[in-house]
Nanobody, 116 residues
Framework: QLQASGGGLVQAGGSLRLSCVAS?????????MAWYRQAPGKQRGLVAF???????TYADSVKGRFTISRDNALKTVYLQMISLQPEDTAVYYC???????????WGQGTQVTVSS
């Protein structure tokens, strides 16, 4: 199970730190992990992913503003977001990369709303 938290309402230019705790199974310790987001009326898309050794990749739209990290001992993946913009408004989810590997499945996500 994947439990995301840390979302909220912020003004443009603000910051948030999302956390996602994995429980059950072995998918966290055997896979890259990622953050995805889904804005209203749009498909869910990849925001960033981090491999087991810690290499990171970001969507162009968030490069330089978002930082993904993971704590393998705590089975937790983080997303530090700065300089948030209204277009970052979405429900944010974590999952393996690619998604749903080794028994992982989508959780409820956490809502991020950025006001202008």
């Amino acid at each position: 199970q994947l439990q995301a938290s840390g979302g909220g309402l912020v003004q443009a230019g603000g910051s948030l730190r999302l956390s996602c705790v994995a429980s059950g199974g072995t998918f966290f310790s055997t896979n890259a992990m990622a953050w995805y987001r889904q804005a209203p009326g749009k498909q869910r898309g990849l925001v960033a992913f981090i491999t087991l050794p810690g290499s990171t990749t970001y969507a162009d739209s968030v490069k330089g503003r978002f930082t993904i990290s993971r704590d393998n001992a705590l089975k937790t993946v983080y997303l530090q977001m700065i300089s948030l913009q209204p277009e970052d408004t979405a429900v944010y989810y974590c999952n393996t990369f690619p998604a749903n590997r080794a028994g992982a499945y989508w959780g409820q996500g956490t809502q991020v709303t950025v006001s202008s």
